[in-house]
Every structure is written in structure tokens, then in C-alpha cells.
């Protein structure tokens, strides 16, 4: 690694030379190089304060890239704000400060903004005596004991643990996230003695890794009094040990008027030389003439180097580029080139074979800009300067967020809502109960039926029952046990479920018939396409992509749907499928559902090709009537390549000279007059839908394997979830949310959806916060008024726009992070999702504010959509909200109106299990067909009872005490059809809860026993004192010619005697 040495050599050499070194920060490369090796030579802390928590981002993001690059041993950190949603600071700030503060006794680079250096914590003293050191036998902290001093450190007790700064105690097992660490810890306890400590991962709570120690340290640090003294950030360094440098010390002063005058007082106190503060300037004006350091960045010497050319010929770029490796080399100078990914690295190493030059050293190093030394006879050359464009850094990230679209069906059973038993119907689901049945005391699955009857179900019977979601709003009859209505509903709904199953396979094998050219294109101009993607793809959306382009390669029409959730990169995987299709010949539509949108995909397309020889053109109301004229003609001319447009794309005077690919984006949102006309029009061209919040129709008939589906489910590296906070008007609160966007140079929405009232809305905004620049946007405005409107909001020459819905889709502004939604309560639950997408497509933390009138004078469904946007903050969580959605106001017609009523009858999960069964059949395809196996044994008890005369098997109280997670836990039980699943079932229990208590592995014996009896054809298991009856198709099975015989004498061990006779019958 010689360039790497020379670098480090060189600014240790030329520009630490004095005791108090001078920085220039023009460019965060340089900030950080000089920092480094500051911080090497003296082995002590740094602390580099910013004006914003944008700059410290900025300068945090290009030092991880060149730490990596160099591979330097220095620790980096950066410090966040306290974020505060009406003075309550969020988890995830609180506990990543309290993992940085524990980090200020160590060496390292600390990078921070003024404010949330300032910001005031706990005395340093009382942090550090907060720590506590967990080891494996140890017995000074038992579970009670420590979950008493967890709540003391304001950790908070949950269900489950999910974000650092929780715990959750169930017996003999605590689970605690602690902010020092990656991912959560389990502790599982031998009486008051620490038996194993392991790791476990949040998303499916299962074990990763053992550990032997583990460090507990306070959830956050602001814990204060009006009688402590003040403490901030720089308080926990000692002055011996800590050096500041501040960046632009100027823009730094600015900042500060927005503070409070404690924090103008303690600032004074800092700058009154209490500590050995640096402040810096200009390298060039500072550094002695005696070692002058000349340092360039790439980005600016090529600009002024290369000679005018055309967008798009990349060719004269890159034998400029050629030639100055060429150069570079002969001249003797150490020559470095990175990339992001091995792809691009090896592009550039064929770029440079194309032209015949000799290979430099390559490495992957996802820098931003290069850099030149010419003392040092080094240059650093990053993708930016061989591609063309800046490559976007990603901030380093502890967590990942993952969307669950195929999780079950999203609807978990709750007491006092309506279920659908399939034999009996619809019901009301009470909650459990332990009482007799069969001769048995057992956990029991209370349903209440019409005329206050009761129906017992066992748990074990817990498949049969879901969720009811009908197709409106209004509520449904409750079903009589016994009657013929819901047998005559069920052979309805199944009578016209396979008419349709088989209209939809007839569709498919339709399209299957079709022939289109395949779409390929040059591979080099795709590589070239993909390498000037700005970001590394997530391994979703490569796996995405590479869907696409295959089915784009073969004969037959596409028909894809993608799902992913808001801002997870689905408009890339179109961006490359449409250039595909723009290689081989072929036009490109898309489908969108607002102008707005329209417009957005039209800036974002235009942008992404602009160095390729791509036409884009547009058809919406943004456009004059001359215009989409003039569209028109050159569509049908075969003279533009993409057109984006709303429903005007497929109104009948619109004639494509080659139409090839039409992507829908949120198909959902077209009506039922547009889908027939698209249903037309997808039949013989390749065909790509995205959604965000998928109806279920698409979605389950894609898992039906109706279509094709591709899934982007795990979120961009750097992104957080969006913080919603549901409250009543507050104009304080609406000002603190607008001004703290404002003190990080962000931009803010305002939604107010009503056109009468908007500017009277916006005089009042304008009057609260003076500081801030506003404008008006709604979709009765002039066409070029509302455009202006929107391209000063992109252009971030405005910082709060107020406008209508008209943002619901497609706005992408990444410096936009707080919405504020006036009456929030007036919004469907799927617009509240698409809205609140509209932030939080950046690392930056977003902010959702649902501003409503008095919650109690809600109704009921404004309620229940208003808790589930808060209960579903996730990223990923789309499809939850989607089901969530579906039954606070019905599925609609989302299967036509006349199958709308069949699913009122029956409920949609009952009604897509019948139709996935319906389509296996005529498709040859049948499945299984679960044999559920009576048992009546008058030792065998399936409750929580403590008499030796019987086995007791359930999932006891005392060890998951939350109904609905053993609710859960007992359905997921139900399903199991083998002895793998029973085993996978068992490790998954005792990984979540511990050890397992016997009544458990006797309920896990029980299932087996059934699994058993139905492989060998078993359907009914009783006992008569000693003798097992066995009853099969054929009667009364006997074993060895005779009926079989207990010979044990306790309950346990007759049991075990019944499973192995059961075991040993022939299948």
C-alpha cells in the first residue's frame, strides 16, 4: 500500500510540523486527512465541531470511506443531536449519544455539530457510575434485581425488545438492548444465577452468537434537574486529553443565534480558553511557507482540464481519463484507483485495456472525490472521476430494517374483534379460556356466535380461525351455528371462486401464448448504465433487478409486480429495465397516477440518463396542448424513447411506434375503467407494476403464481425509520418541528387539504415562523404556476411548502424531512402511509406530524388508522398497513362487484385460501390435505393443571403471559404437518422464552402423537382404562392382532408408551 503510505507520510510531514497545527476544512477529504494524522501524532481525543448536523454528516461520511481506504487505525465518531418530538427525545438519538459518551475516555476523531455539542447532559460523574458489568455465573443480579436497575436507567419494559434502550423480563429470561452494541442480548437464568448470555437478532428474535460479559450502560444521558449544574458533550474529555477544531468558525456563529443563551453562555466559556481550542482557516494562508502542501481535489482539476464535450460521450471521457493514467505513471507517481463495487472496479480495469494502458493499483473504497499530492508524487482516483458523477456516501449503520410483505397474512386474532371460523362462520373472538371439553380441562379458543352462543375451540384447532375483513366498512352478522346459511355461503363463494380461478389461469396461459421479441441490449452500454447508479444496490433490489432484465430476455411477456416499500429503490430497478428496452429498439410508458408524479419521474429520468442518448418526454397537464402534440407525432414517429404520463397515456388517439415495456407505478390507484384498458394493452407487452402498499388482490394472486413478483424488502443502509407523532394542534409544536428543519438546513411539508382555506392557513404559518420562506401549491392553480411552485420547492429555494395531497406520490426531496398533516384524522390509512413516504428518503431522522382535533372526539375509524401509522413505523412495514388498511375499510372491489360479496360473506382470508386452493387444483397442482386426528384421553390434560393423575400439555401462563403472543405461538403450533417443523417449532420457543417447562414438551408431544396418527391414517385416538382404540378408515385398528394395552402405571409414562405404539403402526 504504498500510495496509502505516502499520503499519511505527507500530511504528517507538511502540515503537522508545529504544535499548533492550522487546518483548511474547504473540502471534508481534507478535514479529515488532517485530522488523522493530527490525532495519530498525538494520540489523543479530537473533537470537530461543524456548523449543522449536515456538515458533521457530510465530513462523517467521506472519513469512514478514506478510513476504510487507508485502513488507518483511528476510531470515528459522530455525535448526533437530540432530536426532541415536544420536549421528549427519541430512542434512537438518546441511546446512540449514550454509546458516543461511553467512547470519550478512548482516542479518537469525534465529529459534531455545534448544537449537539452544546446540547446539556448528565454530569459526566453520575454517566460513568451508572455502568454495570454482567457475567456468565454470576448471581449478584438476579432477573428482578436487574430489571429494577434497567428501569432506573429509564430502559423501557416491552413485549418484545426491539431498539437499544429496552428490556422485556419473562421468567427466567431478560432481554436487553444496550446502546453500546450492535443487537440485543438474552440472558437466561439458573434460579438468581446467569446461565447463558447470547445475542439475538431483532428481526425474527432468534439467537445469534454466545457471549461471556456485557456491559449495561445508562439508556441516554439527559436525566437533569433545575439544580444540576450545566454539562455538555466536551465536559466528559479532560483537558489534558481533548483539542477542538472548528469548521468555519463564522457559519458556526450564525448557528448559535438560534440557541438558547445557556448555550451562547457556554460556547463563551469554551472559546475563553478552558480548553485547547483550535480554531481554523484557510490551509492556504496558514500553512508556513517553509512546507507548503499542495492538495487538489480531482473533481476540481478535471473541470478545469477537460475540454467541452457532450453529455453522453463517454468515450473522450474516458480517454482523457487513459491519458492521464498514462501520464501519471510515466511521471513516477503512485497511482490508486477505487470503487465502490467489484463491478465498477472492473469496468475501470476495462476501460483502461480498451485504451491500452498499463493497470494502477485498484481497490474497493467507496470515497467520494479523488485526490492528487504532487509533492508526494500521488494521486487517488474515486469513480467520480471515471463515471462522471458524484457518488453518493452512505452513512455506517448498526441496524437493518427489513419489510415483511410475505409474513402470514398480516392479521393477528384480537379479543372482542370478528373472526371467521371456516365450518361455523363468523363470530367474535373472546380470548382463551381453561375449561373442560371432551372429558378434558384444556386451553380453549372462546367464539361467540349469533344469539349469545358460545363455541369452545382448541387451541390446537387455532388454524381454522382468522381475522374477518369483509368488503366495507360496515359491520358484519354474526353466523349461526348449525344453519344452512353459511354452507350455502361457503358453496357460493367456492362456485364462483373457480370461475374465476379459471378466468385468471385462462388470462395467464393467454400471455403465455404471446410471443415478443426478446429485449436485450448491448452489455457494455448496460454496464455502463449501471455503473453511474450513484448508490450500491441492496442485495433486494440487485436480486430485483436481475428478475427483470432475465424476463426481459426471454420470448414471452413480462408481467411482474414489484413491491417494496417507500424509498427502497424501486424506481432503479425501472430505470433499468426501461434502458434495456430503449437498447434493443423498443418504447417505453409509464403509467403514473398523479401530474405531480409525473413530473417528479420526469426531473428523476432526465437526470438518470442525461450522459445517455435517450429521449424522455412527458404528457400531462404540466405540458400545453402544442406540446403533447407534439409528443404525440414524435411517439408515433418512433423519435421518443420514454414517455412518463397519467391516464392520458392510454386514451385511444395514442399510437407507440414499437411499444415495448409499459410500467404502471401504483397501479392500485387507477380505476376500474383504466385496468380494463390496461388489462387489453398488457396481453402482448412486456409488463412491470410497482407499489408500495400493494393491494392484497395483486399480492395474492402473485403468491398464488399468477404473476410474478419481486420483493425489495430490506431497507437502503442509511436509512431510519420515520418518527410519527399524533397530536393536537399546537402551534408551538408546529414551530418547534419547522425551525428545528430549518437549524439543519431541512425543508418542511405542510398538508392542508382544503383549497378555500390554504392561504389563510399559510398567513398564519408565516406570522409563526418569520424566519422560514414559504409557498402554496394545490391542484387548482394554473399549470405553470404550480410548476414554478414545485421546482423552487426541488430547487430548496422555498423552505415549507403548503399544499394539498397533490404531494401524496412521488415527490423524492431528500433535503425535505418533516411533514406536518393538518387533520389528519380526515385521511385514509393508505394516504397517510404515501404521505408520510414523502420523508425520510435521506439518513437524515424524518418527522411525521398528525395534527388532529381532541383524540376522544374521533371516530372509531379515525381512531383505529391513526394508531396503526403509529404502530407501524418500521420501515418495511408497508404491507402490514396495507392489511391493516383492508379491515378498517374493506377490500372494496378490488375482485370485481361480484366477487365483493362473497368476500363479505366469508371474510378475504378465508375467501384467498379457497381461491389459492381453487387455481392449485385446475392447475394440477393439489396439495395435502391436513388430516386433523380426535384424541380423548382421560390422562392427557390440555390446560395448566398440577395433578399427577394426568399429563398436563399447554403453553402455561408463567411462561408467555401475553395472550396474544401465545395466541400466536399456539397457532404457528397448528400448522405444523411434520416432525422437522415440530423441532423447529421447539428451538424457536426455547431461543425466544428458555427453558422449556415440562407442560410444554408434553403439548409438543401431543402434536407429535397427531402427527403420527395421521401418517399412519389414524383419525381418532380414545382410551378405555388400559385399552387404546386406535380408529382408522377401516374401524378399530389392532397391533399384533389385538387391540393394544397400556402397561405403564403414571400418567407421564403411559403417555410416552401411547406415542411409541402410535410411532410403530405401519404407514
Known sequence: MISVQKISKFIEKSVFTKKKPHISCDTELLGFLSLASFQSASESAVLFICPSSSDAEQIYNEAMSWKQLLKLDIAVHLLPELESKKKQFLPEFEGERARILDLTSSPGIFISSIRATLQPTAPPDSFRNSELRLKKGNSDWPPQKLAKFLTELDYDNEIEVHLPGEFSWRGGILDVFCPVYDDPLRIEYWDDEIDNMRFFSTENQRSLSETEDYRIIPRGEVKLTRTDDYYCFIDYFSSQSLNIFLCNQMDIAEHLDAFDKDYIKRYEEICDGRYNLKITGDLHEHVDAAAPASFFSLDALYQAARPEIDDGMERLQNRFFGDSVKRWMADGYDVLITAGSESKLSRCEDILKELDCPIPQMMIADIGYGLIIPDAQVVVISETEVFGKKRLNKRHKKHTYHSDYMAGSGHELIAGEYAVHAAHGICKFKGIRLESFNHQLQELMILEFRDDLELQVPLSQAYLINRYVGSSKKLPQLSKVGGKNWKGAIEKAEFAIKDLAAELLRMQALRKTCETEATTGEDSMMQSFADAFPYNETSDQQTAIDEVLADLAISRPMDRLLCGDVGFGKTEVAMRAAFQTVLSGKQVAILVPTTILCQQHLISFQERFKEFPVIIESMSRFRSRKEQNQTLKNMEEGKVDIVIGTHRLISDDIKFSNLGLLIIDEEQRFGVMHKEKLKQMRVNVDVLSMSATPVPRTLYLSMAGLRDLSTIATAPLERLPVQTIISQYDEELIREAIMRELQRDGQTFFLHNRVQTIHKVAETLRKLIPEARFDVGHGQMDERELEAVMLRFLEGKTDVLISTTII??????????????????????????????????????????????????????????????????????????AMRDLEIRGTGNILGKEQSGHISAIGFDLYCQLL??????????????????????????????????????????????????????????????TDKELKAFKEELIDRFGKLPEQIENLLNYHRLKYYASRANVHSIKNRDKRILLEGKSGILKVGGQVPELTSKTAKNKFLELIKIVKDLKR
Open 916 to 977: 389459492k386452493e381453487a387455481v392449485s387444483r385446475l392447475s394440477g397442482d393439489e396439495r395435502p390435505v391436513r388430516v386433523d386426528v380426535s384424541m380423548i384421553i382421560d390422562f392427557l390434560c390440555l390446560g395448566d393443571i398440577d395433578d399427577d393423575s394426568q399429563v398436563s400439555a399447554c403453553i402455561p401462563v408463567s411462561f408467555i403471559s401475553e395472550e396474544k403472543t401465545r395466541v400466536e405461538m399456539y397457532k404457528k403450533l397448528s400448522t405444523t404437518k
Open 808 to 881: 401524496e406520490s412521488g415527490l423524492d426531496i431528500q433535503n425535505a424531512n418533516t411533514i406536518i398533516i393538518d387533520r389528519a384524522d380526515r385521511f385514509g390509512l393508505a394516504d397517510l402511509y404515501q404521505l408520510r413516504g414523502r420523508v425520510g428518503r435521506y439518513h437524515r431522522q424524518a418527522y411525521a406530524y398528525m395534527l388532529i382535533p381532541s383524540y376522544g372526539a374521533l371516530i372509531r375509524s379515525a381512531r383505529d388508522r391513526l394508531s396503526a401509522i403509529r404502530k407501524y413505523t418500521q420501515l418495511g412495514s408497508g404491507f402490514k398497513l
